[in-house]
């Protein structure tokens, strides 16, 4: 079964620090993975895109590494702000024929607090 | 930019009443979706377009109807609301200029707050 897994489910952290999200997948055959950013009340918005041959990838603050060896992916935040209190969600595609399917990580919700 | 608008943003329902869940964007974007996210879990595919004219069912479509008459527009029916179905629905789409090619990230709508009593 195609599966997500996101750790911790949250985290508190002081204003200025940086913290590091997990995601460890057993989706196949893998296609890409996306972290995204969901404020309360709000959508997901994406944050970084890799496919299987990208390790690393940059986004402001937001650094995900990606090890499709051993199916795993983190999101590093650095020097949090409040702003990026908010749930962030790996989100992992698998080719099926003609279409793309995507399986959602449960989310890992961050506080971030002055 | 409107980007992807969903309404209404909440809703009461009784058991057995009947609703539609608008979504609209204006992105020209081919490919459009329903999510619904419970308390806890992962966002779970209801419904999905590839394009005007075309839908299919994702994990989680008991219950639910859609249609795609028109590229913007792709409306989720509820058609006998029941408890279960107490949820945050979103509205997503994205772009893939054909089949098996590269799409563009999904640009998720606000949320539909249901709850169903």
């Known amino acids: 079964k195609n599966q997500v897994e996101q750790s911790p489910q949250s985290l508190i952290i002081l204003e200025g620090k940086n913290c590091t999200l997990q995601c460890n997948y057993t989706v196949s055959p893998f296609s890409n993975l996306r972290w995204y950013k969901q404020d309360t009340g709000r959508g997901p918005v994406s944050l970084t895109i890799m496919t299987f041959s990208e390790n690393t990838k940059s986004n402001g603050r937001y650094t995900a590494t990606l090890d499709a060896d051993t199916k795993q992916s983190s999101l590093h935040i650095t020097a949090s702000q409040l702003s990026d209190s908010a749930s962030y969600i790996c989100v992992v595609s698998l080719n099926s024929g003609g279409y793309q399917k995507v399986t959602f990580g449960t989310g890992t919700k961050l506080q971030v607090i002055p | 930019n409107a980007g992807v608008t969903q309404t209404p943003k909440f809703r009461i329902l009784k058991i057995g009443q009947s609703m539609t869940l608008q979504c609209a964007q204006d992105?020209?974007?081919?490919?459009m979706y329903w999510y619904r996210q419970d308390p806890g879990m992962g966002l779970k595919l209801i419904y999905y377009s590839v394009g005007a004219g075309i839908t299919d069912k994702g994990e989680v479509p008991n219950g639910y109807n859609v249609s795609r008459s028109t590229t913007e527009d792709f409306p989720l029916r509820l058609e006998l609301a029941a408890p279960s179905q107490t949820s945050v629905y979103f509205c997503a789409s994205s772009y893939s200029s054909g089949q098996g090619a590269k799409r563009t990230e999904a640009f998720f709508g606000q949320g539909t707050r249901l709850t169903v009593v």
């Open positions: 992105m020209n974007h081919n490919y």
